[in-house]
């Protein structure tokens, strides 16, 4: 969640759930050794609650849609209409609080790989383009574009969106910002990134589960309640 294109989108783009995700550790410590340095301004560019979390949050919806379809001969919009959509809402708010919360976890990894892996200049150079209006614009429509329930239907989908949103106002900073020397570290770094981000997201589900299931059931009743006090009034 090819190539060449998508090392420009932003690297946490890709994110898809996989294993475990023991080896983060609390923020705190390095937030404090590091606050305001670029490096720790990319890592919050990188790991933006407004993009990547809308996108994981766009891929759980369309699973929960998928979960209440499942395993029924008939819908179970024709018992209880509009019951859908009431789960999907609660679960998702849900869904969005989890991952808001555990954010720093993923924060620090990432914070941690851009120490180990890159120069000041590149972390600047990376810095400057993915906060640039190309760099938003481009971040923004492959996330939003993201759609799918394979790996690489949702790379395919965020990548066409991605490259229509490209104007001839962006060739300039894409040219500059694919022959700059952080573009081919990012190239490198873009496996780790994703695995870890789709670690976070596994580790994080997982772990929370039960919260998520619990919300669940509690919207159905809720639901069902509401629509049976209207049949009675």
């Not at 989108?9 to 890709?14: K, Y």
């Not at 983060?24 to 490096?39: E, H, I, N, T, Y």
């Not at 001969?73 to 609660?90: C, K, L, M, N, Q």
């Not at 954010?103 to 906060?131: C, G, I, M, W």
Request: hydrophobic share 45%; net charge negative; aromatic share 8%.
């Amino acid at each position: 969640m090819k190539h060449c294109a998508c090392l420009i989108f932003g690297p946490l783009f890709f994110a898809m759930p996989a294993a475990s995700y023991a080896f983060l550790q609390p923020v705190g410590a390095d937030r404090a050794m590091v606050q305001s340095s670029p490096v720790e301004m990319l890592a919050d560019l990188l790991v933006s609650p407004d993009g990547l979390i809308q996108s994981l949050l766009n891929d759980f919806e369309w699973e929960v849609r998928k979960k209440v379809g499942e395993g029924n001969d008939v819908s179970p919009e024709v018992t209880y209409p509009g019951i859908t959509e009431a789960i999907v809402r609660a679960t998702r708010n849900e869904t969005e609080l989890i991952l808001e919360e555990n954010l720093p976890a993923l924060r620090y990894f990432v914070l941690s790989l851009l120490k180990k892996e890159l120069t000041l200049d590149e972390v600047s150079q990376a810095y400057n383009f993915y906060s640039s209006p190309t760099g938003r614009k481009l971040s923004r429509a492959a996330i939003n574009g993201a759609t799918g329930s394979e790996l690489d239907e949702i790379v395919q989908a965020g990548t066409i969106a991605a490259l229509q949103a490209m104007g001839p106002e962006d060739t300039d900073a894409l040219t500059r910002f694919g022959n700059s020397a952080v573009y081919p570290k990012l190239a490198a770094l873009r496996p780790k990134l994703r695995q870890g981000t789709s670690d976070w997201v596994a580790e994080v589900l997982s772990r929370e589960q039960g919260r998520v299931s619990q919300v669940f059931l509690d919207a159905i009743a809720a639901h069902i309640a509401d629509l049976q006090q209207k049949v009675s009034e």
